[in-house]
């Protein structure tokens, strides 16, 4: 089987996901939805961020005395 779905955002999905979840299953399946919890990337990501930050810094930093060195 293969369904498509389209919806204006994610929130709008989220918000039909329930309905959407009963309607697939059907009649002949007994459905019990439980949301559950989900860990936040937003730390795992503010690290990553400043990790390529520090980098394109020190890159940025390098090319900066490269460039000094040629106008002298």
Known sequence: MKVSI?????NEF???RADLIFRLAG???DVDIVKAERESNVEFQDELF???NKRFEMVLGEIKK???KVIK
Request: hydrophobic share 35%; net charge negative; charged share 40%.
């Open 6 to 10: 389209e919806a204006e955002s994610q």
């Open 14 to 16: 989220d918000l039909k």
């Open 27 to 29: 009649d002949f399946y």
């Open 50 to 52: 400043d990790h390529f």
């Open 66 to 68: 490269e460039i000094l």
